[in-house]
């Protein structure tokens, strides 16, 4: 997920890609891994884990090759959408296999090395991502991937058992077309209406038929005997807000690492790397502090501690809103070190608070509607605040005196217009292209800022205070600071 986000840029130059054209690129793993990470979950427990595992990481060491030899935009969005099939298998696979590895007394420590290998892929993804840009072309953060899936292939033949639960929910077909289908047309008309227009027939037209499709899936999934998405588990209030508290954390966030890596390497003028260790200070606020969740919350409750992060992630926005083209890098750092503070603080307690609040037989189907929602949340914010920041861009930019093919090309992004700068010449043109996007960077910002600072008043006044302790009715905290960095 972060080894993408650095070469955006970098693709963006090679492929020509427009800024809706690299959220597609981001977009399309995770609409597929959301939708289809519910069915993945059933089928490997009806035809075996260990199977189905060892076919994720074959489909998603598939898509990584597609996608680093593809030679246009159009084949690395297929292939991103191959690999979130594969992740969709893998994810809700990896954990659920534990309880067949280990005993009660073993599993706290299998779920942290996991929490800990989880976390260590966020600061390595741009650092390595980096690295591999500077001194090869684009395909090799794809690449990457293949020898870590042969890896994990590997070791599911040799050291894995086979487990299954015959007893779980069929795969609903209809339901899973209603999922994917419905999300894809959603965020289809949010990343194309700033360049067609919000009034466009077509745009309304799939957007309205993105809603249809996910009432239908609403609608279908309240009156099956077993389904796959149960909807009831949203009458239990505490679960509901903290599954919407951390849904919106994960909207802030991947918009956040969309817009963020063209500021640092078409505005500041870092390459690749540096734009990779410069991304550093997130990850260390977000890893701190979800390390110290669990006892400020067992000291202060969960309400507080979410109500506080979210507090401190508006904060960071505004403090972020507030960047100028001469702002330098320091301030950055500053804003984005407090951004993973707040992060940490508001997600893994949010996370951990929904699945406390359902009783112990419902914690499973709690856990793949919190992952399914949560992942829609970041679909959706690299959907509507990148689309926000192009629109905010595309009319803030001065493209006055150039030619209208040329104009048009250094509206698609920020990269685009200063490969027209420069080979026009034009200074005042890269000047304007650096002033559009950060004032966009800092309306988006903005938008953040507002949406936690509604989250936080909303948690205050409506989220249950629970402690959290340790027990055998409780779930571990590290289990969901695992799936919060998944």
Known sequence: MTILNVALP???????????????????????????????????????????????????????????????????????????????????LALSVLPSLFGADERTKAVGVISAASALGLPLGPIIGGWLLNHFWWGSVFLVNVPMAAIGIAACVLLLPE?????????????????????????????????????????????????????????????????????????????????????????TLSGLLFVLPPYLQAVLGHDALGTGLRLLPLMGGLMVAAKGAQPVVERFGSRAVVTAGLVVLAFAALLGSRTTVDSGYDFTAMWLAITGVGFGFSVVPAMDGALGALPRDRAGSGSGLLMTVRQVGAALGIALLGSLLAGTYRDRLDVTGLPARAADTAGDSVVAAHLVARQAGSADLAASANSAYVHGMGVVLLVCCVAALVAALAAAAFLPNTRVTKGPDRPDLAAAQADARQ
């Open 10 to 92: 970098t693709m963006a130059a090679d492929l020509g890609a427009t800024t809706g054209r690299q959220q597609w690129m981001a977009d399309s793993y995770v609409v597929v891994f959301a939708a289809l990470m519910l069915p993945a979950g059933l089928l490997g427990d009806r035809f075996g884990r260990r199977r189905m595992l060892i076919t994720g990481l074959g489909i998603f060491l598939a898509g990584s090759v597609v996608g680093a030899l593809a030679g246009d935009v159009n084949a690395v969005i297929v292939a991103r959408a191959v690999m979130g099939v594969g992740g969709a298998l893998v994810t809700p």
């Open 163 to 251: 487990t299954r639960d015959p007893s779980s929910p069929q795969v609903d077909t209809l339901s899973t077309a209603f999922t994917a289908a419905g999300l894809g047309a959603l965020i289809y008309a949010i990343i194309e209406a700033p360049t067609r227009g919000w009034g466009d027939p077509l745009v309304l037209g799939v957007l309205g038929t993105g809603v249809v499709l996910l009432a239908g899936l609403v609608l279908r999934e309240r009156r099956v005997a077993r389904p796959m998405l149960d909807m009831t588990l949203l009458g239990h209030r505490g679960f509901l807000l903290n599954t919407l508290a951390a849904t919106l954390v994960m909207f």
